[in-house]
């Protein structure tokens, strides 16, 4: 009679072969695990997606700066402000995984500066410049928010977006990572000596897995199609349910199918004995 799919699961980790001792103290390592993805996820849904919301409405509300206005000025409206640059410099780097869209800027008259801006993409603005191109960049908190020549304008890397959907994938994929160490966790503690299906091979693995694959790969499609950064909140999770259900029913109907055939082994082999 074959065993059940998880009574042989995690073979490699087995029990039996393991201390109670051993095995509690990994489940405690588990649970401190999941109290730093609990405090990761909490700190991302309260500190740092808040916070980026927070700048970029800040952003959307500021009006260009008086004339000739001083820095106290300045940081106390918190405007926009005006400068004009030269291009000393544009280079697009292929590193990879993604190119880089660079472009070298100097300041006019005697307290010239000089900046690097960093672009997301090649256009509409960036395919455009060239060394000696006279530029007007607007500044926002010191930093070059948007370049502009010729009517054309082109954000760049520093301006702020209300585009949170990585971040939000991140917290969720910390907070399922948080549940399945407690839970992993704490099968540990409460049954050292069977706490199958609870192990990594293959259920620990399968659903870390999964997490990861999915919380990526919705967090970079709602950026790419816009969907608001809320809804990864729910996408996540069932995507991650449903990927899991999904491997968990062929296991069991691979378990099913090799029930059916041992017992056909069995007989054939009887037969050839006659």
């Not at 919705?218 to 991650?240: A, C, F, M, N």
């Amino acid at each position: 009679m074959a065993e059940r799919p998880w009574a042989t699961a995690g073979k490699k980790d087995s029990p039996d072969r393991k201390s109670p001792g051993r095995v509690r103290l990994t489940g405690l390592g588990l649970i401190a695990l999941s109290l730093m993805w609990a405090v990761l996820s909490y700190l991302t849904f309260t500190v740092w997606v808040p916070d980026q919301q927070e700048r970029y409405e800040h952003y959307r509300a500021a009006e260009p700066c008086p004339a000739q206005a001083s820095a106290q000025e300045v940081a106390a409206k918190d405007c926009l402000t005006t400068w004009h640059f030269t291009v000393t410099k544009v280079e697009s780097t292929f590193t990879g995984k993604v190119t880089a869209y660079e472009a070298a800027l100097k300041g006019k008259g005697a307290d010239s500066w000089h900046r690097v801006v960093r672009f997301s993409d090649s256009g509409p603005l960036f395919d455009k410049l060239r060394r000696g191109d006279e530029v007007t960049a607007t500044g926002w908190r010191r930093d070059i928010v948007v370049l502009s020549k010729d009517g054309v304008r082109q954000n760049t890397s520093d301006v702020p977006r209300n585009e949170h959907q990585g971040n939000a994938a991140l917290g969720i994929l910390a907070a399922l990572l948080a549940a399945q160490s407690l839970v992993f966790g704490t099968a540990r503690l409460a049954r050292p000596t069977g706490y199958a299906p609870f192990v990594w091979e293959p259920y620990g693995r399968w659903l870390t897995f999964t997490n990861l694959i999915v919380a990526v790969g919705v967090g970079v499609t709602s950026v790419w199609l816009g969907i608001p950064w809320w809804s990864v909140l729910v996408t996540v999770p069932v995507v991650v349910c449903s990927v899991m259900v999904r491997l968990l029913l062929r296991r069991r109907v691979a378990a099913s199918s090799a029930k059916v055939r041992q017992p056909r082994r069995q007989q054939d082999s009887r037969v050839g004995t006659r």
